[in-house]
């Protein structure tokens, strides 16, 4: 009898009730970083990552909870650099993760008091910044101090809720249901806003661009979000704010004659530049074959470039990306040499991959975190 | 009209049995005594390779305070995926889905009709007389789905029972407050039987947070409050030699809030009441060589959901109400030409029934028929075959399946068994109509499954008793079904994965009788690597990958003592890391849990017992999550009294 209690014993020792915790990386580095990969995570999942690209192509999957010890939050949304320290948006965590640049050392969280689904942060002074929501309000954020200042609601304005934003003198453009809603940075209310009319909504996965002539470019679709039947650049003068032109790119027929030609347009698209800011670089959707068997096209996404001096794309396509799937995010590096979208495989919560599309028609991957969905490239930091 | 009403509550017992008079009085009718003469016992219809695990009666009082979600991740084989005390619970069996549980109540499928994963926090064990486990798909009269395994929970009739009354009152840690009573009234050809629950905990214990910001700070959980209230009604009746009739009705009650994970500052409140009733009809015949059987049933599913922000700007409440019906039709004959040998058949109709605001239609229904046809053959005293064949027509597919097995006696106290079989589980409805992504087209899972089985029960000494069984499997589960997001960016399901799970299933259970002492020791242990077992597209990571919150490894240890009236019963629980992600990046962590229980049975003019009770939950107070993020209790103390009578 003693016997067997003295096992129970020993097993209950080598059993102690304990949990495991994640040991930090010491060294997350390796190399000066490119590029940092913002990944989603999924949905309550807490998945919610950074990852950091060296030049030299070494990727650190999950460098924030490598570097910090605990995970980063639930459903990343965007990072911003503001006053040298990175602001990534939690959507689903409802809090804003404050980031050192380069050590990836968390130096603050700013959480949310009332309901809200922070997405994109941009600054409206030295120590202040504006984050909207996919709630029809937009927060006030103190950049020293980490806390929230206010809660403005915008359901007057009729532009539902907000997601991109640009700071452009001492202005802030927004991304509204069909409109551009602007403020004042030193006015930022309900009763502050001004709106650009574009007659469609926006494409609210699309940043919005500041061109070398100082001009805003907006993306807006007809149709539906996630199956447009039309895109429509809008040229925003952003000191009249009035729209001074508008780019209709004409998606050709999908017929035999024009396989190699632009026949469609993805749903939620994105939009980039390059440092230079002389081109606005859009995905479309290129035939590349057509069986008359049944009439099918064969499409891939394809980078296609606007001269922001010009009126029309270029009608051959800046980079082709065959065996892309679905796009969750692009961008542009800033040399506009090569284009880097992000592929979440089958989104089945495995990790995903950045895929380069280079000039010399190489490709290279990196594996990123889950659900990758915005690529930021350090040379912007300020 | 008031004599049906009349006719129905009497044969609930809610009224006493009551006929109408010429008159419109009510009068009580005496039954005959009849006195039942010993007919041959009808062998359980079980196919004979099945691994078949039931819960003593002794867990079931020992949890009585409980739900099954507690009593299945401690005493079975079951991994239970829970969001805490009182949330959410769903569960894996032998490394399957949590939709792949198949649950029966007195032999009606009781899965939700909507997602087919079962919550079993929402069950009290209060409600249950035996609970058994089959392991593996291979018994086909649990109904299809049932690819991990069924859980079947069985009231009966217990006429030799002198218990009249058990009640008991609990308060443990957390304001969890607990009450229940079951009141019997036996008469020589009917059983009464009333039992109510009730449990209301405030579950707000107190956690470190380590993960939502930089610096970890102690909160309460919050938005995890909870009440639930049952009532279950039972009337049986002997008719005539061989008969008898069942009657069961099932009112359950649940209000809770769901809690959010602990990477989320919470600042939303969504609110669950459900209303789940269940009525079943049976009506059993026994005689010599044959055993019929009749059952209609219905389920009904309610569930109100409203969510609501802190916020001063939208103050709206986002709501949904789902209603589900199932009608259940079941009929099912044995028959023993001899000796040796037993013949089954069954039919089955059931209809199910949703309204619900986020499908394609407003009302959607399904109807479901199954024949199944079986055989049990004892070739020689050491031997004996079983085989099973059965056909669901589910709306307009047909699917086929089987079952065949063997189980030998090998040694005086070593038994060996063996199954093969093939099942499939229909898409939920969910999956068929949820708008967006509904997908019609969608496929069955199904698969093949083996496993074998030995059992060694040796008498080790004088009082020293051992059962082992170990167990091992290996199933395949083809087109399973995940939701992916698709190029229209709406998710839908889809028939993705190619699944092979295995593993090994160890049991003892130890008894040592001396004295005034009883010891009983049982241990347990599952090793269950369930994986991706195709490419779906190169540089697919989840290949070869274990399945997300399907542990590897699962034990439970369970001492009981027993002297003169004292109760000690030790447990522990251990659950081996779960990976997170589809490709193993993510885990969370394995945890190892200890209870604590003490009680004494206190005789009073012998016809009454008092037995208190203190029971300490997570002795040693650890933290862990069952579901990454959601923290569960730690160290808790109960205390309860239960008077029987």
Aim: a neutral charge.
């Amino acid at each position: 009898m003693k016997k067997l209690f003295l096992i129970l014993l020993l097993s209950a020792g080598i059993l102690a009730s304990c949990s495991k915790n994640d040991t930090p990386d010491p060294d997350p580095q390796g190399g000066d970083i490119k590029m940092i990969v913002v990944n989603e995570g999924g949905m309550g999942a807490g998945f919610g990552a950074l990852t950091a690209i060296t030049y030299d192509g070494v990727s650190k999957e999950d460098v924030f909870r490598d570097v910090n010890g605990r995970p980063m939050g639930d459903v990343a949304q965007s990072i911003t650099c503001i006053n040298g320290k990175y602001f990534v948006t939690m959507n689903n965590s409802q809090k804003i993760e404050v980031v050192e640049p380069k050590t990836f050392k968390s130096l603050g969280v700013i959480t949310y008091k009332q309901a809200g689904k922070p997405r994109f942060v941009a600054p409206i002074s030295e120590n202040e910044a504006i984050v909207s929501d996919l709630n029809p309000q937009l927060v006030r954020i103190d950049l020293n101090t980490y806390e929230v200042l206010e809660y403005i609601p915008i359901s007057s304005i009729g532009a539902g809720y907000i997601e991109k934003m640009i700071r452009i003198g001492n202005k802030l453009f927004c991304t509204g249901n069909n409109v551009i809603v602007v403020f004042d940075v030193d006015n930022v209310t309900d009763g502050g806003a001004r709106t650009i009319a574009l007659g469609e909504n926006t494409v609210r996965t699309a940043k919005p661009i500041l061109d070398k002539n100082n001009k805003l470019w907006i993306m807006t679709y007809q149709g539906s979000d996630f199956s447009p039947t039309q895109l429509t650049l809008h040229c925003i003068n952003p000191d009249t704010e009035t729209v001074e032109r508008t780019v209709v790119p004409q998606a050709a027929a999908a017929t035999q004659e024009n396989v190699g030609k632009m026949v469609g347009f993805p749903g939620y698209n994105r939009m980039d530049t390059d440092r230079s800011r002389s081109k606005i670089y859009v995905p479309f959707n290129q035939m590349v074959a057509y069986s008359d068997w049944g009439g099918t096209a064969t499409t891939y996404l394809a980078i296609y470039t606007l001269d922001v001096d010009k009126d029309e794309f270029d009608a051959e396509p800046f980079r082709q990306l065959p065996g892309l799937g679905m796009m969750y995010g692009m961008g542009i590096d800033p040399d506009g040499q090569s284009v880097y979208v992000c592929d979440c495989l089958d989104y089945s919560r495995q990790r995903g991959y950045l895929r380069e599309y280079k000039a010399d028609g190489q490709e290279a991957s990196y594996r990123v975190g889950i659900y990758p969905r915005m690529v930021y490239f350090t040379e912007y930091d300020n | 009209m008031v004599r049906w009403i009349c006719l129905f509550l009497a044969s609930l017992g809610i009224v006493p049995l009551c006929a109408q008079t010429e008159s419109g009085k009510l009068k009580e009718i005496d039954v005959d005594s009849v006195s039942v003469t010993a007919h041959r016992k009808v062998r359980p219809e079980v196919s004979v390779g099945t691994r078949v695990s039931e819960i003593g009666v002794q867990v079931l009082q020992g949890n009585q305070t409980r739900s099954l979600s507690e009593l299945l991740a401690n005493n079975s084989m079951v991994y239970i995926k829970s969001m805490g005390q009182g949330a959410q619970a769903t569960s894996s069996f032998r490394g399957a889905g949590s939709s792949h549980t198949q649950v029966n109540w007195n032999g009606i499928t009781i899965n939700p009709n909507m997602s087919s994963s079962f919550d079993f926090s929402q069950i009290p064990v209060f409600f249950a007389d035996n609970v058994t486990l089959y392991h593996g798909n291979s018994h086909l009269k649990n109904g299809t789905g049932a690819l991990g395994g069924s859980i079947n929970i069985d009231n009966t009739p217990a006429w030799d029972d002198t218990t009249r009354l058990r009640a008991f009152a609990e308060y443990g840690s957390y304001d969890t407050y607990t009450g229940a009573a079951s009141v019997r009234f036996v008469k020589q050809r009917a059983l009464y039987q009333t039992r109510l629950y009730y449990q209301q905990s405030d579950n707000d214990y107190r956690y470190l947070n380590k993960v939502l910001t930089n610096e970890p700070f102690y909160e309460r959980r919050q938005e995890a409050q909870y009440k639930q209230a049952g009532l279950m009604q039972e009337a049986y009746f002997k008719v005539g030699r061989y008969g008898t009739i069942s009657n069961n009705l099932w009112l359950q009650y649940g209000n809770r809030r769901l809690p959010q994970p602990i990477i989320v500052s919470v600042t939303q409140h969504e609110k669950q009441r459900t209303l789940g009733l269940k009525y079943l009809f049976d009506y059993t015949y026994r005689r010599d060589r044959h055993k019929v059987s009749a059952k209609a049933a219905y389920v009904l599913d309610l569930l109100d959901y409203d969510k609501w922000f802190d916020s001063e700007f939208f103050t709206s409440h986002d709501k949904s109400f789902n209603r589900s019906q199932s009608f259940h039709l079941i009929g099912d004959y044995t028959y023993q030409p001899s000796a040796r040998v037993d013949v089954n058949a069954s039919m089955k109709y059931s209809y199910d029934l949703v309204d619900a605001n986020s499908y394609s239609t407003a009302r959607v229904g399904r109807h479901v028929a199954v024949l199944q046809g079986g055989v049990r053959w004892k070739t020689a005293d050491w031997l004996s075959l079983s085989g099973q064949v059965m056909g669901e027509m589910n709306d307009s597919k047909f699917a086929p399946t089987f079952s065949a097995g063997a189980s030998a006696r090998l040694a005086p106290k070593l038994s060996a068994k063996a199954n093969v079989s093939y099942n499939y589980k229909f898409p939920s409805l969910n999956d068929l109509y949820w708008q967006p992504g509904g997908n019609p087209d969608l496929k069955p899972e199904h698969g093949f499954s083996y496993d074998v089985t030995f059992s060694y029960t040796p008498r080790l000494a004088e009082g020293l008793y051992l059962k082992a069984e170990a167990t091992y499997y290996l199933m395949n589960i083809d087109d399973w079904i995940m939701w992916l997001p698709t190029q229209s960016w709406y998710w839908e399901p889809r028939n993705v994965q190619n699944v092979l799970s295995h593993g090994l299933e160890l049991s003892t259970e130890t008894t040592w009788l001396t004295g005034d002492w009883s010891f009983k020791l049982g241990l347990s242990y599952t090793y269950s690597p369930s994986i991706n077992r195709e490419r779906n597209f190169e540089g697919d990571n989840t290949y070869h990958k274990q399945l997300p919150y399907v542990p590897l490894n699962k034990a439970n240890v369970r001492l009981r003592a027993d002297f003169r009236g004292w109760l000690l019963t030790y447990q522990l629980h251990y659950i081996g890391v779960r990976f997170t992600s589809a490709d193993e990046t993510y885990s969370t962590n394995a945890y190892t849990i200890h209870d604590l229980e003490l009680g004494y049975d206190i005789r009073v003019r012998r016809r009454y017992k008092l037995t208190p009770r203190i029971r300490i939950d997570n002795l040693f107070d650890a933290y862990y999550e069952s579901t990454q993020y959601y923290p569960m209790p730690l160290r808790s103390i109960s205390g309860s009294v239960t008077f029987t009578f």
